[in-house]
């Protein structure tokens, strides 16, 4: 359980990622998603495309 780093968030459980399986939410906004390409995508504001391609250079994948 996190704050959201893209909304003043003051409540502690309102944002949570599992880190097991890459499941996340935000239970204030209703965004959501099951994988780390999403999880980027959403606080980095990027579609899923992006997020990817951004992932991949960031890992040196090509």
Not at 4 to 16: A, E, L, V
Not at 24 to 48: C, E, I, N, Q
Request: charged share 25%; with cysteine.
């Amino acid at each position: 359980m996190a704050l959201n780093p893209t909304r003043p968030d003051r409540h502690r459980g309102s944002f949570c990622i599992n880190v097991d399986c890459g499941v996340w939410a935000d239970f204030a906004t209703g965004d959501k998603g099951r994988d780390p390409v999403s999880l980027y995508a959403y606080l980095h504001y990027l579609s899923m495309g992006e997020a990817a391609r951004s992932l991949a250079k960031d890992m040196g994948l090509n």
